[in-house]
Antibody, heavy 117, light 110 residues
Framework: EVQLVESGGGLVQPGGSLRLSCAASGFTFSSYSINWVRQAPGKGLEWVSYISSSSSTIYYADSVKGRFTISRDNAKNSLFLQMNSLRAEDTAVYYC??????????WGQGTLVTVSS | QSALTQPRSVSGSPGQSVTISCTGTSSDVGSYNYVSWYQQHPGKAPKLMIYDVTKRPSGVPDRFSGSKSGNTASLTISGLQAEDEADYYCCSYAGSYTWVFGGGTKLTVL
């Protein structure tokens, strides 16, 4: 069974940093590209970042470019999102989502990040 | 990129059909046959319902169908059931490994 489990969310002050993790199981992690997608409270989904299976290709949404860094450790079946210079508008549930073709076929349960003083 | 445009809400009675539209641009929906639809129940993760415009993942009822014309994609749910009540989001590939989502549509089963 494919499983994605996010962790690392919490309360952080504006300007602060946080590192999210996503632990994968039930599939060959190193064969799939993975993405981060977020959802602000009561709002819609927003694509955040993409990383290819080998980490050779990485993309970010304009809203997080220069502040967020996506990475992965295929040996540990793990995905990460380093978030710096956090803003109130970064408050959201952050999901990791597996890419199959060009569609997100499996999602984690999400981890909540709250940016507030 | 700007979010795709979806109606805020739609409703239908059990057994009826409803269609949710998703309007993008020639840079996303109009350029790629990679539109997907996600169902999200309150407090839950999104679930893939339709991919590549018209395809259904294994386990998704055939009551769910997708289509596309020009810059607008559509999700049709026929034979509405109570458990279909949820938020639905469309998503389109926008090139260069970027994606854009719609604002979401709340489906109410009357």
């Amino acid at each position: 069974e494919v499983q994605l489990v996010e962790s690392g969310g919490g309360l952080v002050q504006p300007g602060g940093s946080l590192r999210l993790s996503c632990a994968a199981s039930g599939f060959t992690f190193s064969s799939y590209s993975i993405n981060w997608v977020r959802q602000a409270p009561g709002k819609g989904l927003e694509w955040v970042s993409y990383i290819s299976s080998s980490s050779s290709t990485i993309y970010y949404a304009d809203s997080v470019k220069g502040r967020f860094t996506i990475s992965r450790d295929n040996a540990k079946n793990s995905l990460f999102l380093q978030m710096n210079s956090l803003r109130a508008e970064d408050t959201a549930v952050y999901y990791c989502a597996r890419l199959n073709g060009l569609n997100f076929d499996y999602w984690g349960q999400g981890t909540l990040v709250t940016v507030s003083s | 990129q700007s979010a795709l445009t979806q109606p805020r809400s739609v409703s239908g009675s059990p057994g009826q059909s409803v269609t949710i539209s998703c309007t993008g641009t020639s840079s996303d929906v109009g350029s790629y046959n990679y539109v997907s639809w996600y169902q999200q129940h309150p407090g839950k993760a999104p679930k893939l319902m339709i991919y590549d415009v018209t395809k259904r993942p294994s386990g998704v009822p055939d009551r769910f169908s997708g289509s596309k014309s020009g810059n607008t994609a559509s999700l049709t749910i026929s034979g509405l059931q109570a458990e279909d009540e949820a938020d639905y989001y469309c998503c389109s590939y926008a090139g260069s490994y970027t994606w854009v989502f719609g604002g979401g549509t709340k489906l109410t089963v009357l």
